[in-house]
């Protein structure tokens, strides 16, 4: 009987021990949780100020290849903005987003550009939006590029 009286004591207090632990372990787990929240949005945010100056081109053909997207979207912004310079609608870069090819002509990919001057990004977007121009019978939108994980949201 003192033996069983024995292990029982030590069972409970290993039970005991093993319960403070896990309670201690779950308040650490909640705690990383809010640290990955955190670190989760951090990301986001810088990876939506690297794209600040980015303009996402939506319902520009496939057929425009990726040497003449540049030329042709340089076209495309003087009809929007006829009044800007052309070093106002300079671009660091420009070309299609990043997804597979869709052999579906009818749904292209989006084309991402990075204009060189941020204070000119905004006003071909807002123009864009009362009266969208046309490409090759197309209808073209200009969006802000924005990060997946935002898009989700």
Do not use: W
Request: overall charge neutral.
């Amino acid at each position: 009987m003192e033996a069983l009286t024995h292990h029982t004591d030590q069972a409970e207090t290993k039970l005991i021990a093993l319960s403070e632990i896990t309670s201690s372990h779950s308040q650490d787990i909640t705690y990383l949780h809010s640290k990955i929240a955190a670190l989760e949005e951090g990301i986001e945010d810088l990876n939506n100020r690297s794209r600040r100056n980015n303009i996402r081109v939506r319902g520009l053909p496939e057929i425009v290849t990726s040497y003449q997207i540049q030329a042709t979207l340089t076209d495309l912004f003087k009809r929007i903005l006829p009044e800007a310079s052309a070093q106002d609608l300079m671009m660091d870069r420009a070309h299609s987003a990043l997804c597979p090819l869709v052999l579906n002509q009818d749904t292209p990919r989006d084309v991402i550009v990075h204009m060189h001057r941020f204070p000119i990004k905004e006003q071909p977007v807002q123009r864009v939006r009362q009266n969208p121009p046309t490409f090759e019978q197309r209808n073209i939108a200009l969006f802000q590029d924005l990060a997946p994980t935002t898009l989700k949201k």
